[in-house]
């Protein structure tokens, strides 16, 4: 698959990780938004887990949480609100694995339907509305030098000791991802200057609440 390569003008931008609307962590996603609009920034990129997608998990279900379409109508206030506060800003959606449960229910539940765009995540969720790109959870993306994936392919469902460590051993090429639910920096230095990979920490609160990772 070719790379998704942004703009050479997308060069001012604000990485947001796994929103896992709607459990964000609001305090987090205020401060992420307040330093993306005291930095003028021109892009944004959503880096995957935007949606939660609870009741689409094979995990067992929580009654008490928010049914699937409470879930799209707050990340569609959301992805307004985002709109309004940066209205010149080009905003890429990355697929992550939790936004991607969408697609994999209908395929195991309704295949007949899967090919109907009507049920394609970013038509259900009209983000053409507020100008949101979505880019494939199976494609990367290159913004100069700098290459970003949500991280679920890379790791599958863990990480490991330093997980920055493994991204850079398994890239060899500056690397940013999500997934991990961590804040990790890794440094090499390499022929060509300092290489670097960064795992970045989510915005939610679903990491201190969830039936399927209750100790750590």
């Excluded at 995957?48 to 379409?69: C, I, P, T």
């Excluded at 469902?157 to 999500?178: H, I, Q």
Aim: charged fraction near 25%; charge should be neutral.
């Amino acid at each position: 698959r070719e790379p998704y390569t942004l703009p050479l003008g997308n060069n001012n931008i604000l990485v947001l990780a796994d929103l896992h609307i709607p459990y964000t962590h609001t305090p987090s996603v205020e401060k992420a938004i307040k330093y993306g609009l005291d930095n003028n920034i021109n892009t944004i990129i959503l880096l995957g887990d935007v949606l939660d997608n609870h009741w689409m998990s094979f995990y067992d279900k929580d009654a008490s949480r928010r049914n699937q379409e409470e879930e799209m109508a707050i990340c569609k206030e959301f992805l307004r609100r985002l709109r309004d506060l940066f209205p010149n800003a080009h905003i890429y959606w990355m697929k992550g694995n939790h936004c991607i449960r969408w697609e994999v229910y209908i395929k195991r539940n309704a295949k007949d339907l899967a090919t109907m765009n009507c049920f394609k995540l970013d038509e259900v969720l009209r983000l053409n509305e507020e100008k949101v790109i979505m880019i494939d959870d199976k494609t990367i993306v290159k913004a100069g030098n700098l290459t970003m994936h949500h991280g679920h392919h890379l790791f599958g469902r863990f990480g490991s000791t330093n997980p920055a460590k493994t991204l850079w051993d398994k890239t060899n090429t500056d690397f940013m991802v999500g997934h991990l639910h961590q804040n990790v920096k890794y440094e090499k230095v390499t022929t060509k200057g300092i290489g670097r990979a960064y795992i970045l920490g989510c915005l939610s609160e679903i990491g201190l609440n969830v039936d399927y990772n209750p100790i750590t």
